[in-house]
């Protein structure tokens, strides 16, 4: 196998590698193994994606993902706005912007369903003052201090709240009227993921948390799951992802291509000589860095060690002749063995 096949197959064998890597990269995107837990794009036990994905196949049903920042949220039309996964940090972490938006949609006549999850945190990130969603709502969600535990949600106004539906195994959930819609507030959310849509799933308290919403609006951005407008994200919108690989493993060989041509070394099955070219002595000459004014006494000399010069006497050559001519007099017989120069001497 000779240079060039071998450089072909080096090629082959990196695109093919580059498209086995974006093939499993697309699978584990499209199995939602990157995603983390409650997140609607995740389809192992712990994610949302079963729901979601019913939810949208459901006649009149609607259900889109929100990835923006909560205080870009629009307010209508009235829908269910789900937050799952939900932990006491993050709830404390929104800002004013964020429970503005959220209580303007709520007032407009959307279900906002607020769906804790158990969450180790530090004693010493127990705030100073409530939050400004605690602050709103009158909330008070306490730290937990074990990844399994779930927080127990405390009330300023109780006679504002009422309870869900009790059942055994069900997390305790409670909701009040704000405005035209409700805030709901249930004190676990893995009833949701899809481990318990397909183990144990409760219908009721579903239909219960849906409120009769037959649009939905499930939010992803409190997760760390965001979108950004580029190149990139399009592609994989889109499933352009091994596309956009392979055109850049195309790019990469063009330009290696440019950098080392692929044609390699000529074959050993024949031996290669040196190639004879008229002017190859006077070029050997002229890269040996001589002086300019012992250029011409050289090549007098090297015409002197010539044989077929041996029996006749060698003369300078006269000032403005030309040194192909002066060599070619002094031939016998005289033939051509240097190209017409057109520099004089």
């Known amino acids: 196998m000779n240079s060039t096949a071998a450089g072909w197959w080096v090629i ?26 409650y997140c609607s794009l995740r389809a192992e036990k712990g994610g949302t994606k079963l729901l979601a994905d019913s939810l949208a196949g459901m006649p009149g049903y ?47 006549g959307s279900r906002l369903v607020l769906a804790f999850s158990g969450g180790m945190e530090f004693a010493g990130m127990e705030p100073d003052r409530p939050s400004p969603a ?38 305790p959930a409670f909701a009040r ?37 037959r649009r939905v609006t499930i939010d992803d951005s409190h997760l760390g799951v965001d979108t950004k407008p580029g190149v990139v994200a399009l592609a994989r919108h889109y499933g352009l992802t091994s596309g956009l690989l392979l055109l850049l493993a195309a790019f990469a ?24 070219r008229p002017t190859a002595g006077l070029t050997a000459l002229l890269h040996r860095s001589l002086r300019r004014d012992g250029l011409v006494q050289t090549c007098v000399a090297e015409a002197a060690a010539d044989p077929r010069l041996a029996a006749r006497p060698v003369a300078a050559p006269k000032s403005g002749a030309r040194l192909a001519d002066w060599y070619n007099s002094h031939l016998s017989p005289p033939r051509p063995c240097l190209p017409p120069l057109n520099d004089s001497l």
């Open 253 to 276: 060989v063009f330009a290696w291509h440019r950098a080392a041509p692929l044609g390699g070394f000529a074959s050993d099955a024949g031996e290669r000589g040196p190639i004879y």
């Open 134 to 171: 605690e602050a709103r709502w009158g909330l008070k969600v306490p730290r937990v201090t074990s990844p399994d535990a779930q927080p127990e949600i405390g009330f300023a106004q109780p006679e504002k709240w009422q309870r869900g539906p009790a059942k055994d195994g069900r997390p």
């Open 177 to 213: 009227a704000i405005g035209f819609g409700e805030l709901v507030v249930v004190e676990g959310a893995h009833f949701l993921t899809n481990e318990a849509l397909v183990d144990q799933r409760d219908t009721d308290f579903l239909v219960w948390t849906a409120g009769g919403r």
């Open 62 to 108: 609607s259900v889109e993902r929100n990835f923006l920042p909560l205080a870009a949220l629009p307010t209508r039309p009235p829908r269910l706005i789900l937050v799952a996964g939900l932990t006491a940090r993050q709830f404390r972490q929104w800002n004013a912007a964020d429970v503005d938006a959220l209580e303007e949609a709520v007032r407009a």
């Open 12 to 37: 082959g064998l990196c695109v093919a590698a580059i498209a086995g890597v974006a093939a499993i990269s697309g699978l584990r995107l499209q199995g939602g193994a990157d995603y983390p837990d």
